[in-house]
């Protein structure tokens, strides 16, 4: 990853994960599905870590699928957390974790494209 963007964008929204997670637990005694969110939303950004550490095209491409995913499975849990009224509908962990996606699928794609342009 050439910039920080993606490593900076799943940080904070780990962090903001971590205090919904809290909010959750603390004031809707909501245990079950709070902590699949956290496990997933924390996830994206430790799995983004290790893809800028790979240590070849490959296993980046992996690591960045591995935190897709992540982002992907976050966003089913804060839509679930909507619609069962355990979050306002404008929460901004929605949008976010949209945008986490967009970004990765961009990253995914043009990696394969370079990787392939490399052969």
């Given at each position: 990853?050439?910039?920080?963007?993606?490593?900076?964008?799943?940080?904070?929204?780990?962090?903001?994960?971590?205090?919904?997670?809290?909010?959750?637990?603390?004031?809707?005694?909501?245990?079950?599905?709070?902590?699949?969110?956290?496990?997933?939303?924390?996830?994206?950004?430790?799995?983004?870590?290790?893809?800028?550490?790979?240590?070849?095209?490959?296993?980046?491409?992996?690591?960045?699928?591995?935190?897709?995913?992540?982002?992907?499975?976050?966003?089913?849990?804060?839509?679930?957390?909507?619609?069962?009224?355990?979050?306002?509908?404008?929460?901004n962990l929605l949008p976010r974790s949209q945008q986490l996606i967009r970004i990765l699928t961009s990253?995914?794609?043009?990696?394969?494209?370079?990787?392939?342009?490399?052969?």
């Amino acid at each position: 990853m050439k910039d920080n963007l993606i490593k900076d964008l799943s940080f904070d929204f780990a962090l903001d994960i971590v205090a919904c997670y809290k909010y959750l637990c603390e004031n809707k005694k909501e245990y079950v599905l709070s902590k699949q969110l956290l496990r997933s939303g924390t996830s994206i950004g430790a799995n983004v870590r290790e893809a800028d550490l790979a240590i070849s095209k490959k296993e980046f491409i992996v690591k960045a699928q591995i935190a897709l995913k992540e982002a992907s499975e976050t966003e089913y849990w804060v839509l679930l957390l909507i619609r069962g009224g355990y979050l306002p509908n404008n929460t901004n962990l929605l949008p976010r974790s949209q945008q986490l996606i967009r970004i990765l699928t961009s990253i995914i794609k043009s990696s394969k494209e370079n990787l392939e342009n490399s052969k």
